[in-house]
T-cell receptor, first 114, second 113 residues
């Protein structure tokens, strides 16, 4: 069974540019999560999809961040326009159900905004 | 306000000895706790979990203890092996809710051969 995959693995952009991160969850996993880890700090929740619906987006920092999950399969997270403080590692995770909460994480996308 | 705290940033132990990683939480609503292990340039990997209805869960060399009254949990690794060297994250959630995980900052464990 393939794990959670994320693309790209690294992205370096200038302040003000747009970046789109992609996550492919494990097949059959209805739940998809985005998290972010800023250097040296804890991993923080951004949002949660159940299939194509946003269940909780309370962790999204501001309206420069837009997440979608068309068709309930892969998800994208767009940052537009990017700011310096958006730098960090963005993790995607998926789970089959929320009963026991064992989420499987992808390798992350390291975003650097210059 | 950090709801899950891992106050020790690092721990170094000798191979074969016990590693004890500690975690404290403040939110009484948390009822499910997990430990994740993370190697550089990889995502966190699920290690072991415990529900608040239990006080101990053991899987192989890994045991998690939960003390609800103290809002404290710990991960014991016995015996420690060099391959256990990684960053360990404690995480908590409210089971059955939206299930988002709240993480601590992580502890870097180094196991010396």
């Amino acid at each position: 069974e393939a794990g959670v995959t994320q693309f790209p693995s690294h992205s370096v952009i200038e302040k003000g540019q747009t970046v789109t991160l992609r996550c492919d969850p494990i097949s059959g996993h209805d739940n998809l999560y985005w998290y972010r880890r800023v250097m040296g700090k804890e991993i923080k929740f951004l949002l949660h999809f159940v299939k194509e619906s946003k269940q909780d987006e309370s962790g999204m920092p501001n309206n420069r961040f837009l997440a979608e999950r068309t068709g309930g399969t892969y998800s994208t997270l767009k940052v537009q326009p990017a700011e310096l403080e958006d730098s960090g590692v963005y993790f995607c995770a998926s789970s089959r159900d929320i009963s026991y909460n064992e989420q499987f994480f992808g390798p992350g996308t390291r975003l650097t905004v210059l | 306000d950090q709801q899950v705290k891992q106050n020790s940033p690092s721990l170094s132990v000798q191979e074969g000895r016990i590693s004890i990683l500690n975690c404290d939480y403040t939110n009484s609503m948390f009822d499910y706790f997990l430990w994740y292990k993370k190697y550089p340039a990889e995502g966190p990997t699920f290690l072991i979990s415990i529900s608040s209805i239990k006080d101990k869960n053991e899987v192989g060399r890994f045991t998690v203890f939960l003390n609800k009254s103290a809002k404290h949990l710990s991960l014991h690794i016995v015996p420690s092996q060099p391959g256990d060297s990684a960053v360990y994250f404690c995480a908590a959630s409210v089971a059955g809710a939206n299930s988002k995980l709240t993480f601590g900052k992580g502890i870097t464990l180094s196991v010396r051969p």
